[in-house]
Structures are given as C-alpha cells and as structure tokens.
C-alpha cells in the first residue's frame, strides 16, 4: 500500500520560511513525478510544484516562484519543499502527491497518490 506522509507545517509570520517534507513508502518514485498541491480555504486544489523522473526537472506555478524550491532524495524516496518569503496568501493546507510516470501533469486529477495534507499558515 503506497503511502505519503508529509510533515513541516506550522505558523509562521510574512517573510519567514518553512521546510514541508513528504515521505513516500510502498513504491518508489524516482523514475516518477512528485510534487505538491495546495488548498485554501473555500477554493479548489492548486499545483504549487512538481519534480520529474531522475533529471529533476522542476515546475513552479508563477506565484511561487524565486520564492519555493521542490526537491528530492531518492535514496529516501522524499520530496521537500523550502519555502521563502512566506506570504499571508500561501496560507493553505499543503498535499504532497507522486505518479508513476514523469510527465508534465498541473491538474489533481492526474494524480494517482496523496498524502494528507499539512497545514501552513502564514500571518500578516
């Protein structure tokens, strides 16, 4: 049974930063895609960032970008994301997410494993 258990949320004020890690276990996914998704409160799931296959190739949604970094350790068959210059509006629960394949994918839909979200909260 694959399972993706994230941790590193929390409370932090603007301008600080958070380290979100997601642990994947009962597959491996470095020949995969792994990435987050975030949801705030009465909008739908939102693609934040995503890492593909053993090249690493990384996306970002445009409202995050120069501010997140998605990584991985294969070896730990991890995915990380350091967020910077955190704002009130990247407050939101955080899910961390993988697929088999690493194409190039933006709606949750296409995403076949989710961990249980993490909530980051950002004040003004």
């Known amino acids: 049974q694959v399972q993706l258990l994230e941790s590193g949320g929390g409370l932090v004020q603007a301008g600080g930063s958070l380290r979100l890690s997601c642990a994947a276990s009962?597959?491996?996914?470095?020949?995969?895609?792994m990435g987050w998704f975030r949801q705030a409160p009465g909008k739908g799931r939102e693609f934040v960032a995503t890492?593909?296959?053993?090249?690493?190739?990384?996306y970002y949604t445009d409202s995050v970008k120069g501010r997140f970094t998605i990584s991985r350790d294969n070896a730990k068959n991890t995915v990380y994301l350091q967020m910077t210059s955190l704002k009130p509006e990247d407050t939101a629960v955080y899910y961390c997410?993988?697929?088999?394949?690493?194409?190039?994918?933006?709606?949750?839909?296409?995403?076949?494993?989710w961990g249980q979200g993490t909530q980051v909260t950002v004040s003004s």
């Open positions: 890492i593909l296959g053993t090249g690493g190739s990384t």
């Open positions: 009962g597959r491996t996914f470095s020949n995969g895609a």
């Open positions: 997410t993988a697929r088999g394949d690493y194409r190039l994918e933006f709606l949750p839909t296409e995403y076949a494993y």
